[in-house]
């Protein structure tokens, strides 16, 4: 049997440990006669060569190892799909720090191999192992989509995927995500975003195919390794900078894609949020007399004009309640 599903791990972390987890649950896959893994070293404080020493050299036929200059997330994940082998139809995307149950990439094909070409699944956030994603998000409900399987809980997602990610709420985890790499081999994450690119990515694909299809069962556990949200917190010294990337991305969707009015109108409104927090951002930084960083409000601005227009009514509002304070 052909080794048709290619794993893409980017890897970058400062902990021991973490990708030995990760590479196991691969290893405990019931396809994994079928998989080839394509590890992209991202210029990681821990080398993934020196991780990989655990497994003495077993498996070396079906696990790749590429080391490049550090360029984020998505050009790890790019430069892993650039090296795929001739022979995958299918990818499927697993973060460094996070585990598969052994079940996912089976249940993963056998949902696609219904005749869709991208499928998600359901999984637990780190901190949040007492809820699902898809339950805690309460944004996707399976009983209103059609279900294909009922042994492996497989539904055919029914609605429009951009309504979904840009109004509704995003459900889609990147280590969940399978999809049909063969009819999308040109596809790739927008390197220029520092995040948010999972998110365009999903509206890149099913911007060309509505054929989707999901599962509620749980097929993954997300890790606690390196976070880029992590110390970007209200008041924090990468708050502005984690605001300026949001901006970034839902600026651009409306550039990259032709939304419906549904659409706008969801963007609309969190785009004023996200510039009602920036400026709140900077108020509070200007109040505690905390430094701004102005190269990162020089790109926000350069981005989005309209916290600029946001700014004067969100002063008098602040100076309003101050006052009343």
């Not at 360029?71 to 585990?99: C, H, I, K, Q, Y």
């Not at 997300?222 to 990468?238: F, L, M, Q, R, V």
Request: charged share 25%; with cysteine; hydrophobic share 35%.
């Amino acid at each position: 049997m052909s080794r048709n599903v290619g794993v893409v791990i980017p890897f970058y972390q400062t902990d021991k440990g973490i990708l030995i987890r990760s590479i196991t649950s691969v290893l405990e896959q019931t396809l994994f006669d079928r998989i080839t893994v394509i590890i992209v070293d991202d210029e990681s404080p821990v080398s993934a060569r020196d991780e990989m020493t655990a497994f003495e050299n077993r498996f070396s036929d079906q696990i790749q190892i590429i080391e490049q200059k550090n360029g984020g997330a998505g050009s790890a994940r790019n430069t892993a799909l650039d090296n795929m082998p001739d022979e995958v139809e299918f990818v499927a995307f697993l973060d460094s720090d996070d585990e598969w149950k052994p079940g996912h990439v089976a249940n993963a094909i056998a949902a696609l191999e219904y005749g869709y070409d991208f499928y998600f699944s359901d999984f637990f956030f780190s901190d949040y192992k007492d809820q699902t994603a898809f339950k805690r998000a309460n944004k996707i409900t399976p009983k209103d989509h059609k279900l294909l399987d009922s042994s492996n809980n497989i539904y055919e997602y029914v609605g429009n995927m951009h309504d979904q990610i840009i109004a509704k709420g995003n459900v889609i985890g990147t280590s969940n995500v399978v999809y049909r790499y063969n009819k999308f081999p040109a596809l790739r994450f927008r390197e220029e975003f520092y995040n948010g690119q999972d998110y365009l990515f999903w509206l890149d694909i099913s911007d060309q195919t509505d054929r989707i299809v999901f599962s509620n069962n749980i097929e993954c556990d997300c890790g606690k390794g390196i976070n880029i949200y992590a110390g970007t917190g209200w008041g924090t010294e990468g708050s502005l900078r984690r605001l300026k990337n949001e901006i970034m991305v839902w600026t651009s969707v409306e550039r990259f894609f032709d939304l419906n009015q549904y659409q706008k109108q969801a963007n609309k409104k969190r785009l004023t949020k996200l510039r009602e927090a920036i400026v709140r951002d900077i108020l509070h930084r200007l109040r505690h007399k905390k430094p701004i960083q102005n190269k990162v409000l020089k790109e926000i601005i350069t981005y989005d004009k309209g916290v600029i227009f946001q700014f004067i009514p969100i002063l008098f509002s602040f100076i309003f309640n101050s006052q009343k304070s």
